[in-house]
């Protein structure tokens, strides 16, 4: 990977919810009505106010994304996606390299420079960590090179053993 874009890239340890970047994506479900999880953490901060505008978007199949404001959050924008729940079939992974596809294309049209990214389907819905990690790695990464507007993109990991598979994935690619 080049330089340039390895520095565009960050892995944390940590609470998302807590993050003061541009937008935050959240691992939600079709519904776009709340759930357990990341998702269930974003909704409690941002508070009943993103319940309601999430009501009004009316869903998002798998794969795709839908922006919302994120009220009480730190964060301004939530970029609600919905990863697909495992299943060890090829699909699996063009779904979850959608994810981040359509949530940085949301970043792009909305002039957002920065963003946080969960680890999304890792937890509920079954995705190994490592697949996973190479997924959104390799995504955001070619993604990167074609936008330069997107100046900082966050990797943020609730576990101190999903960080460490993160940080050696982006170490093997220097
Ligand atoms: N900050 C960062 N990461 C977190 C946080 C947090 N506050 N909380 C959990 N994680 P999951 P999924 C990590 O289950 O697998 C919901 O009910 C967690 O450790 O939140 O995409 C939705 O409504 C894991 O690595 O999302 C859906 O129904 C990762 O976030 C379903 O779960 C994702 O775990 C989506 O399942």
Known sequence: MKKEIHKRIEVVQGDITKLDVDAIVNAANTSLLGG???DGCIHRAAGRELLTEC???GGCPTGEARI???YNLPARHVIHTVGPVYSGK???STLLSSCYLNSLQLVVENNITS???PA???GVYGYPIKDACKIAVDTVAEFLKKNPSIKKVIFILFSSGDYDIY???LEELV
Do not use: E, L, N, W
């Open 36 to 38: 357990g999880g990341v």
């Open 55 to 57: 009501r009004a978007v």
């Open 68 to 70: 919302t404001k994120a």
């Open 90 to 92: 090829p699909r699996d």
């Open 115 to 117: 963003v946080a990214f």
């Open 120 to 122: 999304i389907s890792c």
């Open 167 to 169: 940080t050696d994935y």
